[in-house]
């Protein structure tokens, strides 16, 4: 980009979305973006790379989205406003060559986000596609009952801290309120966690359910690791209850 670019000014927002996680670097990217200035945003977690998915680029609201057509990109899009059109990036004078087979994001994704950067219209790099045929991810919806939610694992942050498909309207909706201790049922394994508002609400090594940085409810341990504790895993499913006397 910087080749292409000189005077682009370049935020890195993240390296650290594991392998073949679509879902997780489209939270991610959704969580992060209200917080970036309008521009071009680039995301590549791209595990269909070489194959018959489209590359795209996305317009809405002021910004553009680049990256590829696996849903990675709808959900910050629609979040921030909404696609008003996409195009089929496929006009080869915007892109390195040769164009390598498995590393798109350096041969197709960068360069055509500088271009783009650079004024290039969007309509340059290659044909219009329809927005309702863009592919889109599965994002698991929460379960809840009088008291109780089953709530999917969306993705696990370098902390450990796990985050849920659900907010803290959800955990008002069930009289989870904070201060209260639930059970929660991951596996064949329980465990007792509080609701909490802060870390400091709980002792060391103490799971809490609380609200991050996001509007996301999450698991934690203070001062510990909540994945490795409850070997939780992006997609897997926990039952959340009122703590039994």
């Known amino acids: 980009m910087k080749r292409i670019a000189p005077d682009l000014e370049v935020i890195d927002i993240t390296h650290g979305i594991e392998p073949q996680q679509v879902l997780q670097g489209a939270l991610v990217l959704a969580n992060t973006l209200p917080y970036m200035p309008a521009g071009v945003h680039v995301a590549v977690v791209d595990p269909g790379v070489g194959g018959d998915r489209k590359a795209l680029v996305l317009r809405g609201d002021g910004r553009l989205f680049v990256g590829p057509d696996n849903g990675l990109l709808l959900v910050a899009a629609e979040r ?93 909706r069930v009289g989870m309120d904070p201060g209260a201790t639930v059970e929660i049922d991951v596996g064949f394994e329980s465990y007792f966690a ?52």
Request: no cysteine.
């Open 80 to 172: 921030l406003g909404g696609v008003s059109d996409a195009v089929s990036i496929e006009n080869e004078e915007y892109l390195l060559r040769p164009v390598s087979r498995t590393f798109h994001g350096r041969d197709v994704f960068s360069p055509v986000a500088a271009h783009l950067a650079l004024g290039v219209p969007i309509g340059e790099l290659g044909p219009p596609v329809d927005v309702v045929e863009l592919q889109r991810l599965d994002v698991p919806t929460l379960e809840t009952g009088a008291s109780r939610m089953r709530a999917t694992v969306l993705y696990v942050d370098r902390y450990g801290n796990v985050q849920l498909n659900a907010t803290t309207d959800d955990l008002d």
């Open 194 to 245: 509080r609701v909490a508002t802060t870390f400091a609400d709980v002792r060391p090594g103490d799971i809490l359910l609380y609200e991050d940085a996001y509007r996301n409810v999450a698991l934690a341990v203070n001062g510990g690791n909540a994945a490795e504790m409850l070997s939780a895993r992006p997609g897997q499913q926990i039952r959340i209850s009122p703590a039994r006397e």
